[in-house]
């Protein structure tokens, strides 16, 4: 069974303040994802990664960045929290193929005061 | 951009009863796949389904890729069914999924 971990799987931040949430995965999945999902708006993209040292742009990047460092670990990062951040955060790896799909880590509920 | 639609927002059967989602895609570069989340938890993949009809357990999804259409059938719900079951598709050659906002299911005794 494929594996994903995210950390911390809870955070409060205060507006202005620097948030990273990280994510490990165990598969060796080229391509890793973060998403948000909140109420009306279902899951959306924020940033991709195709393998080591890459990072693509989703559907809404703005105000995030994403750091890619190893085949495991994929990173996003909040520079200057916003309230409009405030969601619930998955992380995804998986690769691409005739059968494909993606493995989701268990989640971060981020609060921005 | 691509855009995922999925009817009904919710639905309410007693347990036995069977169900039908239905998700509907303006791209016609398929690779429909359905996941299950359950209240306040993570996604699960389901199945991934480019084309045709596919059985796993009680589920059954059948995509029509011409009419830009899939369904997910469950055969005799069960409480434990109860959750939310989001349909994506996959974005033309890339390694986006675009996801709809998801079928509500309560399965009750």
């Known amino acids: 069974e494929a594996a994903v971990t995210q950390s911390p799987r809870n955070k409060v931040a205060v507006t202005g303040g620097k948030v990273t949430l990280s994510c490990n995965q165990t598969?060796?999945?080229?391509?890793m994802y973060w998403y948000r999902q909140d109420t009306g708006h279902g899951l959306r993209l924020i940033h991709y990664?195709?393998?080591?040292?890459?990072?693509e742009k989703g559907d809404i990047p703005d105000g995030y960045k994403a750091s890619r460092p190893s085949q495991e670990n994929f990173s996003l990062i909040l520079e200057l929290a916003t309230p409009s951040q405030t969601s619930v955060y998955f992380c995804?790896?998986?690769?691409?193929?005739?059968?494909?799909?993606?493995?989701f880590g268990p989640g971060t509920r981020l609060l921005v005061l | 951009g691509q855009q995922v639609q999925q009817s009904p927002a919710s639905l309410v059967l007693q347990e036995g009863e069977n169900a039908e989602l239905q998700c509907n895609f303006s791209?016609?570069?398929?690779?429909l796949q359905w996941f299950y989340q359950r209240p306040g938890g993570s996604l699960v993949s389901l199945l991934s389904n480019p084309s045709g009809t596919k059985h796993t357990g009680r589920l059954t999804s059948t995509t029509v890729t011409k009419e830009r259409r899939g369904s997910l059938h469950i055969s005799s719900s069960q409480i434990t069914d109860s959750g939310t079951y989001l349909c994506a598709n996959r974005q033309g050659g890339s390694a986006k999924l675009i996801f709809g906002e998801g079928t509500k299911l309560t399965v009750s005794s």
């Open positions: 791209s016609t570069a398929t690779r």
């Open positions: 990664s195709y393998g080591a040292g890459s990072t």
């Open positions: 995804a790896s998986g690769d691409v193929g005739y059968q494909d799909t993606q493995y």
């Open positions: 598969n060796n999945h080229n391509n």
